[in-house]
Antibody, heavy 120, light 107 residues
């Protein structure tokens, strides 16, 4: 069965960086992409960006350009999302979700979420 | 960027009720509209993709309709496990924006 398992909760200080992992299993990793979606406490869903696990192409949300990097390791079927220069409003649950390998479409499987808390 | 709105923002309903949630896009998105259900503390779950296609394993009481700018999610007979927040999402263009959500709770 398809599973996306994310790394554990993180607490970071403002200005620091965080790197969240998402290990996929149960499907051919390079036949899909991964999107990252975050949800601030009590708020809605915000798409952060997408990476193709086939060729590494990326597409980031404009508001995060320059602060976010998404990568994959096809040898371990793992996707990573790094967010730099953290601010308090980056406090959120971060989800990875399976997506298309060519363009972002819909998200049929999701990770369990990783809480990132940014606090001094 | 395409903006998504949903109405109502919340509703109270009883088990067995028929529930309808509306989603509107700021421009035509053809049928590139998806619906998700999210329960507290859990990841979203895909219910409907391409406006009206039921995701595998999702009960048939859920249905979607619409095209262009106006879309509807209908729950034909609300069950206790359906109390949750529902989000629409457009996949016509990047960024794939979500609606603000509709919370369905118990009357």
């Amino acid at each position: 069965q398809v599973q996306l398992v994310q790394s554990g909760a993180e607490v970071k200080k403002p200005g620091a960086s965080v790197k969240v992992s998402c290990k996929a299993s149960g499907y051919t990793f390079t036949s899909y992409g991964i999107s990252w979606v975050r949800q601030a406490p009590g708020q809605g869903l915000e798409w952060m960006g997408w990476i193709s696990a086939y060729n590494g192409n990326t597409n980031y949300a404009q508001k995060l350009q320059g602060r976010v990097t998404m990568t994959t390791d096809t040898s371990t079927s793992t996707a990573y999302m790094e967010l730099r220069s953290l601010r308090s409003d980056d406090t959120a649950v971060y989800y990875c979700a399976r997506d298309s390998t060519t363009v972002t479409t819909f998200f049929d499987y999701w990770g369990q979420g990783t809480l990132v808390t940014v606090s001094s | 960027d395409i903006q998504m709105t949903q109405s109502p923002s919340s509703l109270s309903a009883s088990v067995g009720d028929r529930v309808t949630i509306t989603c509107r896009a700021s421009q035509s998105i053809s049928s590139y509209l998806n619906w998700y259900q999210q329960k507290p503390g859990k990841a979203p779950k895909l219910l409907i993709y391409a406006a009206s296609s039921l995701q595998s394993g999702v009960p048939s009481r859920f249905s979607g309709s619409g095209s262009g700018t106006d879309f509807t999610l209908t729950i034909s007979s609300l069950q206790p496990e359906d109390f949750a927040t529902y989000y629409c999402q457009q996949s016509y263009s990047t960024p794939p924006a979500f609606g603000p959500g509709t919370k369905v709770d118990i009357k």
